[in-house]
């Protein structure tokens, strides 16, 4: 029956009452009002500078601990175009490709491990400006004195595999609390790895608060914060100079006569509020942020309608259950609300089959190997589109975030046709 029925219609949303009680359309969009002016303070930028930095200093001991072909231990993904209908390319920032954690979190969350490890080496006298800092970090000695300290994390899986792939390589102990929504094979890969996993009930909220309240009982204990980091935020906004270089080296410009629209997945807000804050820093008016979420786990959408304040999907009739398990949050970021919310310019809310369609698509038609999270940017295009009723031209690009790791039986039972 569903199959012959027509399409539901995409609604656009302007209020938050508005927003609890449309249930039955196929997408939301919510547009803000034209932005413009200081985006982001300046001591948030200086961190992201500082974070940019940091991976510098780090790459040669990355390339040591993570030897692949000619890698030069930096965090940076391939930006490809893929051919588009309107005859101008779409572009694609493969995130989903990232060295160590085949995710975005490879930027946010070894920044912060990197953060971490420079803190301890520098108290017991290694300093990271040094010359033979990567042979240091390499060092038996160095290594155990890592091994007495701890990283705790609490996730739905990317980010506690970002982190907990990398921060044992430096030898550090590791814990994730991982929420039910947290795919099987990620627990299992970072139990191989040595990570102690605890697994919840719960959701993603309770998983974090479950890791929060464990790690402050600890000592030596450094706890990965999603939901309130600054390390984290600067970690993902690194990505926007990478990314103007890319464009740039192409000979994109945008402008804010033809501006570019990036298109980014957002659970917790951290990856697409920290790429929206640098974006914003170098292009201005010239670069438009849309957030994509899942239609039963919009929480960035109710928080922008609410004021700017993080608010329960679960108050507006909303389940949080969605085959997008990165993006499966409940409530977003109060700290990216508090640092970057003037940058998100829209978002738009989809359901799971048009996230699955777009992985199959995208696999079939571009050989790229996206979770449906990281597939969600492709599926919002339409239904903007479908709204915001302007016709200039625009330079798309979708931000895929996830899925190079997945297993490959895992991967099949998502992309092939389902047998009936
Ligand atoms: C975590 C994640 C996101 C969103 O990042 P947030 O910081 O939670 O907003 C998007 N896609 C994938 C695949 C992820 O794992």
Request: proline share 5%; with cysteine; aromatic share 6%.
């Amino acid at each position: 029956m569903a199959m012959t029925a027509p399409a539901s219609p995409v609604a656009r949303i302007e209020t938050i009452e508005a927003f609890a009680a449309t249930r039955d359309a196929s997408a939301l969009v919510w547009i803000e009002g034209p932005t413009s002016g200081a985006f982001c303070d300046a001591g948030t930028l200086a961190d992201v500078e500082d974070a940019r930095r940091r991976f510098e200093r780090f790459a040669p001991a990355l390339c040591r601990l993570f030897p692949s072909g000619d890698w030069d231990g930096l965090i940076a993904s391939p930006l490809i175009s893929l051919p588009d209908n309107g005859g101008r390319p779409l572009w694609v920032k493969c995130d989903h490709a990232l060295p160590i954690a085949g995710s975005v979190k490879a930027r946010g969350g070894i920044h912060e491990v990197l953060k971490y490890v420079e803190t301890i080496a520098r108290k017991h006298g290694v300093d990271p400006d040094a010359p033979d800092f990567a042979e240091r970090l390499l060092d038996p000695n160095v290594r155990q004195m890592f091994a007495s300290h701890q990283l705790l994390v609490g996730s739905t899986g990317n980010l506690a595999y970002g982190v907990g792939v990398a921060a044992r390589a430096f030898g550090l102990a590791v814990e994730v609390h991982m929420s039910s929504d947290a795919k099987a094979w990620k627990k299992e890969r970072l139990r191989s790895f040595g990570v102690t996993v605890v697994e919840h009930d719960g959701d993603f909220t309770e998983a974090v608060a479950e890791a929060r309240r464990s790690a402050a009982s600890r000592t030596a204990c450094h706890f990965v914060d999603d939901e309130n980091s600054r390390d984290l935020l600067a970690g993902y906004a690194v990505a926007a100079r990478e990314l103007a270089g890319q464009l740039d080296e192409g000979g994109v410009r945008p402008s804010p006569d033809i501006p570019l629209v990036v298109y980014i997945p957002c659970g917790v807000g951290g990856a697409a509020g920290g790429i929206a804050l640098g974006l914003k820093a170098i292009y201005g008016d010239a670069v438009h942020i849309v957030i994509v979420e899942p239609l039963a786990s919009a929480c960035m959408m109710a928080a922008r309608l609410n004021g700017n304040r993080a608010v329960s999907i679960y108050r507006y009739g909303r389940d949080n259950r969605t085959i997008a398990d990165g993006l499966a949050v409940p409530c977003a970021s109060q700290l990216v609300l508090d640092v970057a919310a003037t940058c998100i310019d829209a978002a738009v809310a989809i359901g799971d089959e048009a996230m699955t369609d777009c992985a199959r698509h995208m696999w079939s038609e571009a050989g790229l190997k996206l979770e449906p999270s990281a597939a969600a940017g492709f599926a919002a295009r339409a239904p903007l589109r479908s709204v915001w009723g302007k016709t200039n031209p625009v330079i798309e690009l979708v931000w895929t975030t996830g899925g190079q790791l997945m297993p490959d039986e895992e991967f099949a039972a998502l992309v092939e046709p389902q047998k009936k």
